[in-house]
């Protein structure tokens, strides 16, 4: 398992262009994933748990990659919010 705390950068947070992104990221893995924050975790191939999360601009998110695949997934994830989402800021 791996564990890790992650901040979403993108100026609009979370939302649902970017939860859709992270949600077809993660889908993409045979692995367990969930994110939350607070103690709450949520399975984070689900666009509505995501969007459910409300995390803006600057929220640390907890992750947690279960499964034989973990590795290459939390490197997309991580990859995946470094890049804003794909949306440039």
């Not at 950068?9 to 367990?32: E, Q």
């Not at 103690?39 to 499964?67: H, P, R, Y």
Request: charged share 25%; glycine share 8%; net charge negative.
């Amino acid at each position: 398992m791996i564990k890790d705390e992650l901040e979403i950068i993108n100026r609009l947070g979370l939302h649902a262009r970017a939860a859709a992104k992270l949600a077809t990221t993660c889908n993409r893995f045979a692995c367990t994933i969930k994110t939350g924050h607070s103690g709450k975790l949520i399975d984070s191939k689900s666009v509505m748990s995501l969007m459910l999360l409300a995390a803006g601009q600057g929220t640390l998110l907890d992750f947690e990659f279960d499964g034989d695949d973990e590795m290459k997934a939390h490197v997309q994830v991580k990859d995946l919010l470094a890049d804003y989402f794909g949306e440039g800021q």
